[in-house]
């Protein structure tokens, strides 16, 4: 009941707090002065941390968080949730990814996950990376994933939320995403995934693996606080052929796509290297050369999923809440 009621308080406050949650960025000009202000303090990463913002700002995708939007009509009480209230991972909803990147998650990072980095207690769930060696790797870290256990249903309208706090630092990779179908054979939605040298910023993308181009979507949200100090709600509906991301009660993202055809996955993880990064310049993680201190944890207070009871009629609203540059 607690965090049923943090919920409603969550909302409230996050209006509350929307000043500071509207972007710092509101013209090119100020854009520029923010990227100046980035190169100045990214310490031997900011080349590679500047590319991809600027490739958005030239599609058009960067997004600015402008007014709140309302959250959309689903009932109080979750269909199903994890609190992360016990003592351990619930198994009958999540497997323990363990081994190095691979199979179901992560490929191209440098961690070997392991059973022992995650832990529930407190009421969340922890996700911790450590720089350390194991299993020929030079760092550890943790995954949980619900594939063929609790699934999202095909052709339904959804909200899925999560209420997480951040790690920050280079070379991590935290992320809130899932797939349609399995691994990189649907679509793929990433509720949120940053770099954590960006602890202001998420991504947020819709990819259709089964196309050649497969990002239908992605959008940069920075927002004017430091995600790695304290809990945020990351969400995605699925509404009448409408794709919505939130950070807190703000839509950050919007497209029309078709609903999933088959079930969604969730997944919970931080990876460690540089993957993408690696395509725009980023160096391979380095134990010798990282600034980081460790552990870093990716907290999770719950996951919640709202379903709706019959087809969705409504029409989609008015991105009102979303500009872009």
């Known amino acids: 009941m607690a965090k049923h009621l943090r919920r409603t308080h969550d ?36 080349s590679w941390l500047l590319m991809p913002t600027m490739s958005l700002l030239l599609t058009g995708m960067l997004i ?105 630092g280079y070379w991590l990779w935290p992320a809130l995403w899932g797939f349609e179908a399995g691994y990189m054979s649907g679509l793929e939605l990433d509720t949120m995934e940053t770099w954590g040298v960006q602890p202001t910023s998420v991504w947020q993308t819709l990819h259709d693996w089964t196309l050649a181009a497969d990002t239908i979507k992605q959008c940069l949200a920075v927002a004017g606080v430091d995600l790695s100090q304290g809990y945020h709600i990351y969400a995605w509906e699925v509404i009448n052929g409408q794709h919505k991301m939130y950070l807190d009660s703000t839509l950050t993202c919007q497209t029309t796509y078709r609903q999933p055809q088959q079930p969604v996955d969730m997944k919970i993880n931080i990876s460690i290297g540089c993957n993408y990064g690696c395509s725009v310049g980023m160096p391979p993680a380095d134990p010798a050369q990282d600034p980081n201190t460790y552990p870093q944890y990716l907290d999770v207070d719950y996951v919640r999923l709202y379903t709706t009871t019959g087809p969705d009629t409504t029409p989609p609203a008015s991105p009102t809440g979303l500009k872009v540059q």
């Open 11 to 46: 909302i409230r406050r996050s209006a509350k707090q929307i000043a500071t949650l509207r972007l710092l960025i509101t013209t090119r000009e100020s854009i520029q002065e923010w990227f100046t202000a980035t190169r100045a303090n990214t310490g031997p990463l900011r």
């Open 64 to 168: 600015v968080l402008t007014t709140p939007m309302a959250l959309g009509q689903w009932s109080s009480t979750p269909t199903w949730s994890d609190e992360f209230n016990g003592s351990s991972v619930n198994t009958a909803d999540w497997t323990a990814k363990v081994g190095g990147p691979g199979g179901n998650c992560c490929g191209g990072t440098e961690q070997y996950f392991r059973n022992e980095n995650v832990t529930v207690s407190g009421g969340s769930l922890h996700i911790r990376a450590s720089r350390e060696s194991y299993g020929g790797f030079n760092y550890t870290s943790g995954a949980i994933e619900s594939i063929g256990k609790r699934m999202i249903p095909a052709y339904t309208d959804y909200r899925l939320e999560f209420r997480a706090k951040l790690p920050s």
